[in-house]
């Protein structure tokens, strides 16, 4: 299966205390990253944002670009690491869509998209 680079963008996420993007660079690869500028946020909200904000944008490797991600907050997890774990459909800019899970590593500020059934 498939994951991509991601492109972060320095923003703060508008209105979620504790809640800051990460910085990086995108260029496609085998893993998704970045890393947090800030004391990563803890709600269920910001860490869903976390992980669309700084997944929209990034390349596919056939050059299609995430337009867009949803993911549904009944099915965000934290395990070992600790690791935010959450179901999402990323929509690309020639109008495919996949779903997969978004991650995010706190440790490193590591995160992934990864397609499933790609």
């Known amino acids: 299966m498939p994951t991509w680079k991601v492109p972060a963008v320095i923003a703060v996420c508008a209105g979620l205390a ?17 890393s947090a500028s800030a004391p990563p946020c803890t709600t ?3 860490v869903i944002t976390e992980i669309q904000d ?13 337009t867009k991600f949803t ?18 459909t990323a929509y690309y800019s020639d ?6 899970t978004g991650n995010w590593l706190l440790k490193t500020g590591d995160v992934t998209f990864v397609p499933s059934g790609v």
């Open 18 to 34: 504790g809640c800051a993007s990460p910085a990086g660079s995108s260029t496609p690869a085998s893993q998704v990253s970045a």
């Open 44 to 46: 269920a909200a910001c």
């Open 54 to 66: 700084t997944l929209v944008g990034t390349a596919a490797k056939d050059g299609a670009a995430f």
């Open 71 to 88: 993911c549904s907050p009944s099915s965000l997890k934290v395990s070992a690491g600790p690791t935010y774990t959450v179901k999402c």
């Open 95 to 100: 109008g495919m869509t996949a779903r997969g």
